[in-house]
């Protein structure tokens, strides 16, 4: 399926990736090399892939949409310099952080720079709706960064609190790359708003799949140690259901791991088998899959498409990623 889909977004890739290093020009040189080191370790331009094919899906032939969906990528990638500070993290797709390389202060600014960067692309053109998407969007985000630094070494966050970080946190994004591709492609309210739902219920799947991934793959495939954020007090879904369903003894055990930079190996294992043992990989993956089945039904508004064939394949690969 990767290759699949990889085929029939290439061209949109190239032209992304031209748009993209063409906008990292700037007169002071770290913020070229900050900018370059995160838009160059592996990312998926899933989010201006989006807005591309949104637009596309509502009739746009053009090809000057690649600043915009630029944009996109410049305002996630802010996003990302800014969590590994707020995490201390080490690793970003099997890179290290910006923030372990260039400090902490740089690679605020550079994000805070991206971002700026990303404002002035979309207000050139020159769309209040857009604009309004955007600001929105950005508000949210912030929103979303605060409710999970509240929830940070917080064990006894329920479901719905969970839902709510990851909806804030990634589905929003996911959700304006959609909707923002259906604006430009001049798309109607209805066509807009069905794109808006499948990129919400898309970046839900996204990130319910990346959290489980933390407790089944691989360090070399992710990018990141596995068990992250175990050791960095973030109760995702997987933990979540097993301490409400693990025995006893177990969730103690869980207790005096969460949170624990300097946990052992074995220990974190320990707390894998639990999570294993407690169904709570399955629960999330079924969440997951609930997702994209209702991301897939919100574009049947939608005719027979490539740009619809390739969406519907994103969700379904969502599902099957490794990293």
């Known amino acids: 399926m990767k290759a699949r889909i990889y085929t029939q977004i290439r061209p949109d890739l190239e032209r992304i990736e031209a748009e993209l290093h063409g906008h990292l020009d700037s007169s002071i040189p770290l913020i070229g090399v900050i900018g370059r080191h995160i838009m160059g370790s592996g990312g998926k331009r899933l989010r201006p892939l989006l807005m591309v094919l949104s637009a596309r899906l509502c009739g746009y032939q053009g090809n000057h949409d690649a600043p915009l969906a630029v944009s996109l990528e410049f305002l996630h990638a802010a996003t990302l310099l800014h969590d590994d500070v707020v995490d201390n993290a080490e690793l970003r797709r ?77 589905a929003v994004l996911m959700s304006a790359a959609c909707r923002i591709g259906g604006i430009f492609g001049g798309g109607s309210s209805d066509q807009e708003k069905a794109l808006g739902d499948y990129g919400h219920h898309l970046g839900i799947a996204f990130q319910l799949t990346d959290d489980a991934l933390d407790y089944m793959g691989d360090r070399n495939e992710l ?101």
Not at 110 to 125: A, C, E, I, Q, R
Request: with cysteine.
């Open 94 to 170: 099997a890179r290290p952080a910006a923030n372990t390389v260039w400090g902490n202060p740089a690679a605020v600014l550079v994000g805070d720079f991206l971002y700026s960067k990303s404002v002035l692309m979309t207000v050139g053109y020159q769309n209040l709706r857009i604009l309004e998407v955007f600001s929105d969007t950005t508000t949210r985000m912030a929103e979303g960064e605060v409710l999970q630094l509240m929830h940070s070494d917080n064990l006894e966050i329920d479901e719905p609190g969970y839902f709510e970080v990851i909806r804030r946190k990634t």
């Open 223 to 323: 990018g990141k140690p596995v068990g992250n954020d175990l050791r960095e007090g973030k109760a995702t879904l997987p933990l979540i259901h097993a301490m409400r369903t693990a025995k006893p003894e177990d969730r103690r055990t869980i207790q005096r791991v969460f949170g624990s930079a300097a946990a052992s190996p074995e220990a974190f294992e320990t707390v894998r088998r639990i999570v294993h043992g407690s169904g709570g990989i399955e629960y999330t993956l079924q969440r997951a899959l609930e997702h994209v089945a209702t991301a897939k039904t919100a574009l049947s508004i939608f005719p027979e498409h490539p740009s619809r064939g390739i969406l519907l394949d994103i969700a379904d690969y969502v599902l099957c990623r490794k990293t």
